[in-house]
């Protein structure tokens, strides 16, 4: 659904995307990560024909996006980083001027709208003024925007920035929905909601690809997946971290935090990734005649492998 080859973006002598290449299949829900100022926005905007790329291509299903704009840009939904209402026009009149302006034609102008107002939840509000309007309803009526034409693919830059927990719930929602029916190209800060509804994430960082892989592939890689945490009791801290050290698969053993005054002892074991030391340790424990009374295994989140792979210390 998307080639993207060997894009080039220069401001001046600051080169903000340098030399990217990835794509993105259709029906794939694909998260776009990245820093403040990685080249997202820029991409996007290559991508969907708002900006010149300084070298490389775009194709959109198989039109490029500079030679064959028009049927590119037909094929893409795209909803900005700072969507641009008019805020003097009610919410039906800017999705009729706007289907008008994408090219929707005759009676499916109207069918459309009220397609789109159905999907966003706009129903209610769609004699509004769009001034009137919170942060999250205007963000939906950005999203029936990009929606009026019937695109196949949904390009979506920050679409939940702004929002409070509630309404970044129910466009997240709205979204996992849609990826049921369209390809998905979107950009958040929010790990977790990219670890809810992508099946593939790109991590971008000054311009350049770091991670193409899907969540699952990400977080499984990453060194913290090894990581069991426990809550011990009945020996000398010493004697049990090093008995526990000598397991099968355990690396080290770091004793952190001693709470209440009946002495319980959390350990942090790190273990070799993609193994599973909390039976021997369960076992070890009842040899010994320690008490455990909570055992956990971490699992590496996105956000683990975002910092890792963006940090700049
Ligand atoms: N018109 C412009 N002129 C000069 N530099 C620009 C311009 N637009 C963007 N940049 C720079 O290009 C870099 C990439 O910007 P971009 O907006 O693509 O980042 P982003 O990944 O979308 O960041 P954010 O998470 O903050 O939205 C930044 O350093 C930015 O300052
Ligand atoms: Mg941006």
Avoid at 73 to 94: F, H, Q
Avoid at 168 to 184: F, P, Q
Avoid at 286 to 294: A, K, M, P, V
Wanted: aromatic share 4%; net charge positive.
């Amino acid at each position: 659904m998307i080639e993207i080859n060997h894009l080039t973006k220069r401001y001046g002598r600051f080169t903000a995307v340098d030399d990217i290449s990835f794509s993105v299949g259709k029906g794939q829900v694909v998260g776009f990560l990245g820093p403040n100022g990685a080249g997202k926005t820029t991409t996007l905007r290559i991508l969907t024909g708002y900006l010149p790329a300084t070298r490389g291509a775009a194709s959109i299903d198989g039109h490029d996006i500079f030679r064959d704009s028009i049927k590119a840009r037909r094929k893409i939904g795209y909803m900005p980083e700072n969507v641009p209402l008019y805020d003097e026009m009610r919410v039906k009149e800017y999705l009729k001027f706007r289907a008008q302006l994408k090219g929707v034609r005759g009676s499916k102008i109207t069918s459309s709208i009220n397609e789109v107002l159905d999907t966003c939840g706009l129903v209610h509000m769609k004699k509004r003024m769009i001034k009137t309007l919170s942060k999250g309803y205007r963000q939906r009526v950005g999203l029936a925007d990009a929606l009026i034409h019937k695109p196949d693919l949904l390009v979506l830059d920050e679409p939940t920035n702004g929002l409070d927990p509630n309404q970044i719930r129910s466009i997240r929602k709205l979204i996992k929905r849609l990826g049921e029916s369209h390809t998905v190209l979107l950009s958040t800060h929010i790990l977790s909601e990219v670890e809810m509804i992508a099946d593939h994430v790109i991590i971008i960082d000054g311009g350049k690809v770091k991670a193409s892989d899907t969540p699952t592939n990400l977080t499984t890689s990453m060194r913290t997946a090894g990581k069991i945490s426990v809550e011990i009791h009945g020996g000398e801290a010493e004697i049990m971290s090093q008995a526990i050290q000598k397991l099968e698969h355990v690396k080290k053993v770091i004793p952190s935090t001693i709470e209440g005054e009946d002495q319980w002892l959390n350990l942090d074991i790190f273990c070799d990734s993609g193994t599973d030391s909390r039976e021997r340790i369960a076992n070890l424990a009842t040899q010994e005649d320690w008490s455990i009374r909570s055992l956990h295994r971490h699992k590496a989140t996105l956000e683990d492998v975002f910092v890792e792979m963006t940090r700049k210390d």
